[in-house]
C-alpha cells in the first residue's frame, strides 16, 4: 500500500512539475489574471481534447460537454485509494459549487480497460455523482491519448494475472466553458481548493 502511493505521489510531483516547465511564461502571473491555487496551464498544446466511449456507449469529445467546467481525471475501479478519493472530492467540489454545481462535469478515463468494462465503470461513477462519466479506449489507443495527456501509467503485476495494479499520475485537468484546458490540480490539493478555482473560471467567463 505504502510503496503505492508513494509511486503516485512521485509520479503526480514529476507531472506536475513537466507540466510548469514546458508552459516556461505562458502561465506568468499578472494582475489582471485570476490568482488560481492549482498550476495554471492557460496556452498549453497538450490535453487539448479525446474521443473516447463514455460507460453508456456514446462517443464523445471535449465539444460535448461544451458550457460546462470539465474535470477530467485518469485512474482505475480497482485503485485503493487515490483514484475513489479523487473523485469523492470532485462530488464534494460540486456540492460546494451550489448552484453552480450543474456547471461542472467529472470525466474519469480508466488506464486499466482490460479489467474496465463499461457496466463496472457506470456502477463505478454512480458511488461519487450519476452526472459523472467514466470513459475508455482499448488499450492500444489508450496510449497515444496518455501521451496527448502527459499521464503516466504503468501496470504493476500481482500474484495472479488478475490482481494486477496500476501505477498513474494522480492530478487532474480543468477546462473552462469553451473546452479550453486551464489548470492542472495536484493530487490532495482539496475540495475547497478545486471549488474556489472553479467559481473564479466561471466568475471570469472562463
Not at 124 to 135: E, I, K, S, V
Request: charged share 25%; net charge positive.
Amino acid at each position: 500500500m505504502n510503496r503505492r502511493i508513494a509511486s503516485k505521489n512521485i509520479a503526480n510531483f514529476v507531472m506536475a512539475n513537466a507540466v510548469a516547465s514546458v508552459l516556461g511564461g505562458v502561465s506568468a502571473c499578472s494582475e489582471s489574471k485570476p490568482q488560481f491555487k492549482a498550476i495554471d496551464v492557460t496556452g498549453a498544446d497538450f490535453a487539448k481534447d479525446f474521443v473516447l466511449t463514455d460507460h453508456n456507449g456514446q462517443t464523445r469529445t471535449m465539444a460535448d460537454f461544451k458550457g460546462k467546467i470539465v474535470v477530467i481525471f485518469f485512474g482505475y475501479t480497482q485503485c485503493p485509494d487515490v483514484c475513489p478519493t479523487s473523485m469523492t472530492e470532485l462530488a464534494e467540489v460540486k456540492k460546494l459549487l451550489g448552484s453552480d454545481g450543474d456547471k461542472l462535469q467529472g470525466l474519469f478515463v480508466t488506464v486499466d480497460p482490460e479489467r474496465d468494462t463499461a457496466e463496472m465503470l457506470k456502477a463505478y461513477m454512480g458511488n461519487f455523482d450519476p452526472t459523472f462519466l467514466a470513459l475508455r479506449a482499448e488499450s492500444a489507443k489508450l496510449e497515444p491519448i496518455a501521451k496527448h495527456f502527459k499521464i503516466y501509467y504503468k501496470k504493476v503485476e500481482g500474484k495472479t494475472p488478475t490482481s494486477y495494479t496500476m501505477d498513474h499520475s494522480a492530478g487532474s485537468y480543468v477546462y473552462d466553458p469553451q473546452g479550453r484546458v486551464r489548470l492542472f490540480t495536484r493530487y490532495g490539493s482539496g475540495a475547497a481548493a478545486l471549488a474556489s478555482d472553479i467559481a473564479l473560471l466561471l466568475k471570469s467567463g472562463g
